[in-house]
């Protein structure tokens, strides 16, 4: 099984340029089962792979630890851009947050260990097109946390941690999500329909971030 697992990813990334969404969909799920096959202590140098190959199979995220360590990672960057006037840094940090650059690192380790190509992660243009499609999976499913009298320690411990360095007092973050964002309604149509991070707060504020995904190495 597992070499058959390994045969359907090198056939799927072979495609390059041409990858499809459809292929990103049932990549991200090859590699799943991949994982589900070893053992636990072989599978943490790949929690953000496992997570985003859940994000693209479910509805919402919100039993995920390396999700919520997301949203505290959005949670800390936003906090650290809030008196920038850096419009394009800020957008770049934000977009990093939510973990693609560390996506890029665990998939390349993933894919030497079962020996896979990697010029889906090396070559910045088909990397973009990856990343591209995997925006698109992935768009209005919320990473987010449960209801707080359902938090385990270790959950607990992580919203604690955002609770305690909020944008402003009240307000960290406990909810994200990528969506398209039509600005017309607001008064801006020249902006037109952007993808954005959409980020929610204890204070029920919702904060929208436009995506600027730097896919260089």
Known sequence: MEDDLIRKIRSTVAKSNNLEEADVRSLMIL??????????????????????????????????????????????????????????????????AIGFPVLRE???????????????????????????HLVEI??????????LSTLDTTKRKIYEEIAQNPIKPGAGVIAAQISHVDYAPVGAPEAGRNTCLLIRTADTTTIVMPLLIDVRV
Do not use: C
């Open 138 to 147: 992935i768009r209005d499913v919320p990473i987010s946390f449960p209801e």
């Open 31 to 96: 590699i799943r089962k991949l994982l589900d096959g070893m053992p636990e202590s072989d599978q943490k140098p790949f929690l953000v792979i496992r997570l985003f190959s859940n994000w693209v199979a479910h509805i919402a995220i919100t039993q995920s630890n390396t999700g919520l360590r997301i949203l505290a990672a959005i949670n800390n960057a936003l906090v650290s851009i809030k008196d920038s006037t850096d419009t394009i840094a800020m957008q770049t940090k934000m977009s990093a």
């Open 106 to 132: 665990e998939m390349k380790l993933f894919f030497g260990r079962i020996g896979v190509d990697d010029t889906l992660l090396s070559d910045n243009h088909v990397w973009a097109v990856f990343v591209s």
